[in-house]
């Protein structure tokens, strides 16, 4: 049994940068592609972004396109998301989750396996 979890979350204002990362201890990291949802008030937990188990191929939500990215260190057994130009709209709970699946698409709910307990991030002025 993997367990995730997450830390790095507060309250930012629009513009700024937030680094959130994501500790994995009960298995080697490496033997997952690592990924990071989000989940608005009153909204479906979606997709961010995800990397693959060697770090060499990643994928974003057209929402944080060109605004994140996601790193990886297996040796730490840590993942972290760093997005740039937070905007009110990223305002949720962030999750980091892992996954079993040998080959995309990660892209919803069911594509993983193994979730964190989530961290906030608000974006507010």
């Known amino acids: 049994q993997v367990q995730l979890v997450e830390s790095g979350g507060g309250l930012v204002q629009p513009g700024d940068s937030l680094r959130l990362s994501c500790v994995v201890s009960g298995r080697t990291s490496s033997n997952y592609v690592m990924g990071w949802f989000r989940q608005a008030p009153g909204k479906e937990r979606k997709f961010v972004a995800f990397?693959?188990?060697?770090?060499?191929?990643?994928n974003f939500a057209d929402s944080v396109k060109g605004r994140a990215t996601i790193s990886r260190d297996n040796v730490e057994n840590t993942m972290s998301l760093r997005m740039n130009s937070l905007e009110p709209e990223d305002t949720a709970v962030y999750y980091c989750a892992a996954s079993l699946k040998p080959s995309p698409p990660y892209s919803t709910y069911d594509d993983w396996h193994y979730w964190g307990q989530g961290t906030q991030v608000t974006v507010s002025s």
């Open positions: 990397i693959s188990r060697d770090g060499v191929s990643t």
